[in-house]
């Protein structure tokens, strides 16, 4: 083991599997959890995951990760179009964040084209639904994990 990523997910995605299945797919967020900890594992890389619906707690789980962690991986759900408190703390902790979201936030409503993350995070995945958390663990693996 010599590396550690932080899973984070935001508001209504501990809903997932219930949750409007026709846009988010049926599998739940401890199905998520579970393939990405087998995933980590295989990568040698340590996985710690993280859900709230409260933005605070979300900020608090993303500071955790200063100097204790090698990258994020976070589907900040709703907050992804506004919130500047988000974006700030993943610019404090200079944690490269990879930024994902099950649907194609770009061909859905307008407000969901804006993502005031998007700036921070060292990339936006979007639209690949599952395999879009493994994509952004490739990602941190190739070019961020030491
Ligand atoms: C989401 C997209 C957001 O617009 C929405 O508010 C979510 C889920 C996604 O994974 O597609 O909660 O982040």
Same mark, same amino acid.
């Given at each position: 083991m010599y590396g550690k990523i932080m899973l984070i997910h935001g508001p209504n995605l501990n809903m997932l599997g219930i949750r409007q299945p026709e846009i988010y797919g049926t599998t739940t967020l401890s199905e998520i959890e579970s393939l990405m900890e087998k995933k980590a594992d295989e990568a040698g890389v340590l996985l710690e995951c993280f859900q709230s619906n409260s933005e605070g707690a979300l900020i608090d789980a993303i500071q955790s990760t200063y100097r204790r962690a090698d990258g994020i991986i976070l589907? @900040?759900? @709703? $907050?992804?179009? $506004?919130?500047y408190a988000i974006r700030d703390a993943i610019a404090s902790v200079m944690v490269p964040t990879v930024e994902v979201h099950l649907s194609d936030i770009h061909s859905r409503e307008d407000f969901r084209r804006i993502s005031v993350i998007e700036p921070v995070c060292v990339r936006q995945i979007c639209g690949m639904g599952v395999d879009g958390y493994i994509a952004a663990l490739e990602e941190l693996m190739r070019n961020h994990v030491r």
């Open positions: 589907n @900040a759900g @709703a $907050y992804t179009h $506004y919130s």
